[in-house]
């Protein structure tokens, strides 16, 4: 199994920045895409940005532009760079690993969240 961390939420201003950490342990080695979801209240969790084993990553279009995934491999951390933040970003972050096990998808792996909110 994998075990993530996440770290870096807070209260920030519109316009302002925040940087949201996931630290993965365990089975680090059958982790084939790391991603962060958000969830804001009275809505469904939703796909915020990816990246895989190779480094490509992906956007919610929402995300685009302003945000940015990436990873830090010796450290088994990925990032969420969150720039120019607005009010409708307010959310509980979660970090997700997609794990394999002989080749076969393993159920997805989540961090307790992070809560993010955004003043106008």
């Known amino acids: 199994q994998v075990q993530l961390v996440e770290s870096g939420g807070g209260l920030v201003q519109a316009g302002g920045s925040l940087r949201l950490s996931c630290a993965a342990s365990?089975?680090?080695?059958?982790?084939?895409?790391m991603g962060w979801h958000r969830q804001a209240p009275g809505k469904q969790r939703e796909l915020v940005a990816t990246?895989?084993?190779?480094?490509?990553?992906n956007y919610a279009d929402s995300a685009k532009g302003r945000f940015t995934i990436s990873r830090d491999s010796a450290k088994n951390t990925v990032y969420l760079q969150m720039n120019s933040l607005e009010p409708e970003d307010t959310a509980v972050y979660y970090c997700n690993a997609v794990t394999y096990r002989d080749l076969a998808r393993q159920p997805d792996s989540w961090g307790q969240g992070t809560q993010v909110t955004v003043s106008s």
């Open positions: 365990g089975r680090i080695f059958s982790i084939s895409v």
């Open positions: 990246i895989t084993r190779a480094g490509s990553t």
